[in-house]
């Protein structure tokens, strides 16, 4: 099992940065493919980038390339996101994921929401115009 907490959301102005951060529990982290996922009221919870489980591949989706970057320390079983450059339709509630399969590769698996099923509670980031 994987337990994941995430931090570091908040309320901030267009332009901004603010740096997301996701602990997680379990001896499986640094086998495991992780995501940030988010939602904003009324929508679908939607993919934003996914970093392999060894760190060496990165996959972003088209809207936060260039002002967002993920990372992970796997001795500290941590994932983060640096979010710059932040505008008002990036609020919503940011999710942390783990992939179901250990060892997964692809693009296309780490951008499917159902490649997840260890998720945690979700930090709010709010961008003020």
């Known amino acids: 099992q994987v337990q994941l907490v995430e931090s570091g959301g908040g309320l901030v102005q267009a332009g901004g940065s603010l740096r997301l951060s996701c602990v997680a529990s379990g001896r499986t982290f640094s086998s495991r493919g992780m995501g940030w996922f988010r939602q904003a009221p009324g929508t679908e919870r939607e993919f934003v980038v996914a970093i392999s489980w060894s760190g060496g591949r990165t996959t972003y989706a088209d809207s936060v390339k260039g002002r967002f970057t993920i990372s992970r320390d796997n001795a500290k079983n941590t994932v983060y996101l640096q979010m710059n450059s932040l505008k008002p339709e990036d609020t919503a509630v940011y999710y942390c994921?783990?992939?179901?399969?250990?060892?997964?590769?692809?693009?296309?698996?780490?951008?499917?929401?159902?490649?997840?099923?260890?998720w945690g509670q979700g930090t709010q980031v709010t961008v003020s115009s």
């Open positions: 994921a783990a992939t179901k399969d250990i060892y997964s590769s692809g693009s296309s698996y780490y951008r499917d929401l159902g490649s997840y099923n260890y």
